[in-house]
């Protein structure tokens, strides 16, 4: 099945400061990516998506490109706040069409005023 | 409630012991799963049901789990014998069909001595 590669954190950067959150995947096919997004103390919520190759989802000031060439789709955003401090999860489908996602191992940020 | 509900959020027992953990889906929604999430680690698909049936049980892990969904809404997660291998966090998510989009409930965490 397909499965996902995720930077390991933790991740810890000033208030302002550029993000990057690698995220590779081997897929058969093009399928949908995720970012998913856990708060403290709440449950997994959809960041943003991309359902085909080059497309760019946005969310909340952050942004990923699902690139085929690379098989990647890293997470980025400008200027972080300390409101970003969170736990992210890359995710696809574990094989085309299913409806079961695949997680990566999450990587922890944390955002210092 | 506007969320996915999840009860209890905490459990512990001692091994050997049985386990009911409860999920209540996000009103009209069809799809509903089941993961667990062990500490750094992604969410690990377990289960899934579409309506009333399974349609995908391939992630449990041996036959001491067991779920049920029988009025097609609130799911119950069974655990047999429990091990304390068997500790982690239990996420319930619902969606409507084929959108990917999953909304989680905050879980419950399982401890097993």
């Keep these: ?113 | 409630g506007a969320g996915v509900s999840q009860t209890p959020s905490n459990k512990v027992t001692e091994k050997g012991k049985y386990v009911e953990l409860r999920c209540d889906p996000i009103s009209g929604h069809t799809a509903l799963y089941w993961y667990r999430q062990s500490l750094g680690q992604g969410p690990e698909f377990l289960i899934y049901f579409q309506g009333t049936g399974a349609a995908d049980d391939s992630g449990l892990p041996n036959d001491r789990f067991f779920a049920v969904r029988p009025e097609g809404s609130v799911s119950t997660l069974k655990i047999q014998r429990t091990e304390r291998g068997d500790s982690a966090v239990y996420l319930c998510a619902s969606s409507f069909v084929a959108t990917g989009e999953l909304f989680f409930g905050e879980g419950s965490r399982l401890t097993v001595l």
């Design chain 1, 1 to 113: 099945g397909n499965s996902v590669t995720q930077m390991e954190g933790p991740v810890t950067l000033s208030e302002e400061a550029f993000l990057t959150i690698n995220c590779t995947y081997t897929a058969t096919g093009y399928p949908s990516l995720f970012w998913y997004v856990q708060y403290p103390g709440e449950g997994l919520q959809l960041l943003l998506k991309a359902t085909k190759a080059d497309d760019k989802g946005s969310n909340k000031g952050f942004e990923a490109t699902y690139r085929k060439e690379t098989t990647s789709f890293h997470l980025e955003k400008g200027s972080v706040q300390v409101s970003d401090s969170a736990v992210y999860f890359c995710a696809l489908p574990l094989i085309q069409g299913a409806q079961k996602l695949v997680f990566g191992q999450g990587t922890r940020l944390t955002i210092n005023p």
